[in-house]
């Protein structure tokens, strides 16, 4: 399962996903793993959840973010929810080329299991109708 959170700047998105993330660990069978581009949101998240700040490894782009995503995959077949938050913000491209790359992360969250959860900044009048299916 993908969902994503679309909408303007300051309405609360990173807010919804912390909540949901914390709702998650306590609901758990498997492990959360909370992406963002800071460390800014680490403390309000519960201990039991991995925390990664991937502004301190090489991503930058779409295709080499997937590959990181992959990575933290394959070291652990016990995640069941991985929430990104800032998409856009991490990989450093428009919302408009990520058609490509949201059709890989349904491949992934289909094959290991794994519920998708992210954020993203943009205008309603411009959501990309691929969105459309994760909002």
């Known amino acids: 399962m993908i969902k994503v959170f679309y909408g303007e700047k300051g309405m609360g998105k990173s807010k919804m996903m912390v909540d949901m ?3 998650h660990a306590d609901m758990r069978k498997g492990d959360v793993v909370f992406i963002d581009d800071s460390n ?6 519960k201990h ?3 925390f990664t700040d991937v502004s301190v490894y090489p991503v930058n782009g779409a295709e080499k973010f997937f590959a990181f995503i992959c990575g933290i995959i394959s070291q652990n077949y016990d995640i069941e929810s991985i929430f990104i938050d800032g998409l ?3 990989v450093k ?3 408009m080329s990520l ?14 299991g794994i519920n998708f959860v992210l954020s993203i ?8 109708g691929f969105l459309n299916e994760y909002l």
């Open 21 to 23: 993330a914390n709702e």
């Open 40 to 45: 800014d949101l680490m403390y309000q998240l």
């Open 48 to 50: 039991e959840i991995r």
């Open 88 to 90: 856009t913000y991490i």
């Open 93 to 95: 491209e428009d919302i």
């Open 99 to 112: 058609e490509g790359f949201f059709k890989e992360l349904k491949v992934q969250a289909e094959k290991y």
């Open 121 to 128: 900044n943009g205008k309603a009048e411009n959501t990309p």
